[in-house]
């Protein structure tokens, strides 16, 4: 956005040095300013981190009712369809141990963690194949580790599935919008042939707001900055034994699991 | 020379209405499929890529197998293969045709298919996939086409043809290698996962598209009476057996690294396709069975020369090396690359009715377009007394 912008006061800029007068730039100043993405406010309430991570401590999380709650919470704000065939978008869901941790960690799991239900969502990866294999970089990680998308600019090849080890991403085969009950008119639908997935709630993020499912998990999810030794995930990291998902792929994950 | 299609004979014509009326069921299926999205096929969440990207896979390899002929020729001055090259070429160009309108077929959102080009992503494989079988399609067309010509006024092709000719050669390998790089460098894909994908690519079509190229060479020889000569035959199917012997021995490399290794993620895909996952047994597993039954038979058939210089045996050889070899390229590869799934649990993939109809329609536009360019060639031989 602030590219647009930046790029137009540069030529108003060489414009301005042709003219030699310094006028023109103000005027520039003031026609970019009414620019879309000029009144982007990177101060205020924005919430900002040099590496986004989350840390679930699956302790914490006992019932059906957790669970769904915390699901709910993320695609109802995000208006994510629920279709009840294989064709199905999901951006968080639940699964037993032995599908979330496929590494097959230990073949005698107290029988409390193997039947466990375990949060799934997008890792976030540090290293992500999603955004090397999509050819349009219509999925991008920003500097702040989150891998976002961008719907308008997606082909719908599907690269980034095949290429994500996590099955983090789901694809629009029909049109979303029917099965959706009640539209969350500020967040965006999406139409049919994109993929989509979790956003780590960057247009909460933006507004001073922590991720939806943070919020419904009543302190069981945790959200901060990897780089900050004060962040809570920092210090949930520092005092407990954690794990992530398929760590011998090299794509370094952001979500954490307290077990 | 394009108007050498103007004048052919009824039954010419009628073939292509004949492939046209496919070929419009197919689109027709195709529009059904744009007015309600790829939920038609039978791909889902787990299986995001099904019979599209895997005949995309396929036909790859039978454009790049156009160089078998190519290399004999320029860089071995083998002679008897001249005749037939130009067929082998203008195959390439309508292979490459229907990889492009496969890949169309699968996009999501196929109206933006120019956002490749407009943000050029250098990281991506698809996008390095797009510049090569572009590059290969105009190689193909301008070698085929300058050579064709020269033929046509009896004179040599001119000097500078070379030049592409040559750099044809190293682009089929190019082409094929960088499609199976789409698949090699993906992390969490067990069955793709491997250093070998390409080498295998390479060898299963350098068997099936000389294979595919000599059965419509023997069919056409039956309806106009072109004869490629023995000789070549003879030379292109052992070239034929070579490389199926090497994708054969390349396979089961892949076998016994799985199983000796006991590493689970590297089993699960075999086994899932050879005898079902957590016994669950798909029915892909009749399939895989039959194209290791077919590919062993046609090796039978073709490495004891008493059969394979036999013309009564091979098109039966060569017809069931081609079944094989798509089973394993064109069914196996993609769905034991997905299942089982990144949960270790099994998603059923089949095809649906719709999703077939679009893929024969494609394979009928392939073979228009191949029958008109084959037609044009072989009237200009007529003409120039090379038939
Ligand atoms: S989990 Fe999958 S979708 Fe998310 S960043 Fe990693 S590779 Fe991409
Ligand atoms: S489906 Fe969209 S996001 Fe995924 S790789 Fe293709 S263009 Fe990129
Ligand atoms: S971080 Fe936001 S988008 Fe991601 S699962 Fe949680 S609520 Fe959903």
């Known amino acids: 956005m602030s590219t647009t912008r930046r790029q137009f006061l540069k030529i ?7 003219l030699g007068t310094s006028s023109a730039l103000d005027a520039a100043e003031a026609v970019a300013k009414d620019m879309p993405g000029a009144k982007y406010d990177v101060g205020g309430k924005h919430l900002a981190a040099k590496r986004w991570a989350m840390v679930i401590d699956t302790r914490k999380l006992e019932s059906r009712e957790d669970y769904d709650r915390i699901i709910h919470a993320c695609h109802s704000v995000h208006n994510v369809p629920s279709i009840p065939t294989k064709q199905e978008i999901k951006w968080i869901w639940t699964d037993k141990y032995d599908r979330v941790f496929t590494d097959d960690m230990s073949q005698h799991l107290s029988p409390a963690v193997r039947e466990k239900d375990y949060l799934l969502l997008c890792n976030h990866c540090e290293n992500p194949p999603c955004v090397r294999v999509c050819p349009t970089k219509a999925t991008f990680k920003r500097a702040d580790g989150i891998v976002v998308m961008d719907y308008h600019r997606c082909i719908g090849c599907r690269f980034c599935m095949a290429g994500c080890p996590y099955g983090a991403r789901s ?17 965006p639908t999406r139409m049919r042939g994109v993929v989509e997935k979790c956003t780590f709630c960057s247009e909460r993020l933006e507004v001073g707001l922590l991720p939806a499912c943070v919020e419904a998990s009543n302190g069981a999810i945790l959200f901060g900055d990897l780089d900050d030794p004060n962040s809570p995930v920092r210090k949930a990291l520092a005092e407990n034994f954690s794990i992530r998902r398929k760590p011998s792929i090299g794509t370094q994950p952001g979500v954490y699991y307290i077990v | 020379m394009i108007e050498k299609v103007l004048k052919g004979s009824p039954a010419f014509y009628i073939w292509l209405l004949f492939l046209g009326s496919i070929a419009g069921l197919g689109v027709f299926a195709y529009i059904f499929q744009l007015q309600y999205g790829l939920t038609i096929t039978g791909m889902s969440r787990d299986v995001s890529w ?5 005949q995309f896979t396929y036909f790859v390899g039978v454009a790049a197998s156009a160089v078998m002929l190519v290399l004999p020729a320029y860089f071995h001055h083998y002679k008897k293969f001249k005749k037939m090259i130009i067929l082998g070429e203008f195959m390439a160009i309508s292979a490459v045709l229907m990889c492009m309108l496969f890949i169309v077929t699968d996009m999501g959102q196929p109206q933006r298919m120019l956002n490749v080009i407009l943000h050029p992503t250098p990281n991506s494989i698809m996008f390095y996939d797009m510049m090569v079988l572009m590059g290969y399609l105009f190689i193909n067309a301008l070698v085929g086409w ?23 050669v190293v682009w089929a390998f190019s082409i094929h290698t960088v499609t199976a790089f789409l698949y090699a460098g993906l992390p969490g894909r067990h069955y793709w996962l491997t250093a070998i994908m390409a080498a295998r690519f390479l060898s299963s079509a350098f068997a099936s ?4 190229l000599l059965l419509l060479v023997m069919a056409l020889r ?15 199917t052992k070239i034929i057996t070579y490389a199926m012997a090497i994708n054969v021995f390349f ?16 089993q699960h895909p075999l086994t899932f396709l050879f005898v079902g996952h957590d016994g669950h047994a798909s029915w892909v597993v009749g399939w895989m069975w039959t194209a290791a039954v077919l590919a062993i038979l046609s090796l039978c ?21 081609v079944i094989a070899s798509w089973i394993d390229k064109g069914l196996g590869l993609l769905i034991g690359g997905f299942t089982p799934n990144p949960f270790e649990t099994v998603t059923e993939y089949a095809p649906t009715f719709p999703e077939i109809l679009v893929t024969v329609g494609v394979y009928a536009i392939g073979l228009m377009v191949l029958s008109v360019l084959w037609k044009i060639a072989l009237d200009v031989k007529k003409e120039a007394g090379t038939f």
């Not at chain 2, 598209?209 to 595919?212: T, V």
């Open chain 2, 222 to 236: 039956r309806l106009t009476g072109f004869d490629p000569g023995r000789e070549a035959i003879q030379t292109l």
């Open chain 2, 301 to 321: 058939l073709l490495i004891p020369p008493q059969f394979r210089d036999n013309e009564r045996v091979l098109p039966w050889a060569l017809g069931i090396l």
């Open chain 2, 251 to 266: 396979f089961l490399l892949e076998v016994f690294t799985a199983f000796y290794s006991g590493m689970p993620g590297h």
């Open chain 2, 146 to 168: 300058v050579t064709l010509e020269a033929e046509r006024h009896d004179v040599d092709p001119p000097k500078w043809i070379k030049f592409f000719i040559y750099l044809s």
């Open chain 1, 12 to 18: 108003a800029g060489l414009a301005a040095f042709g």
């Open chain 2, 50 to 54: 099904g019979l599209y990207i895997s």
């Open chain 2, 209 to 212: 598209g000389p294979a595919i």
């Open chain 1, 171 to 187: 694809f629009n085969f029909g049109d979303p919008r029917p099965y959706l009950k009640d539209v969350n008119p500020a967040f």
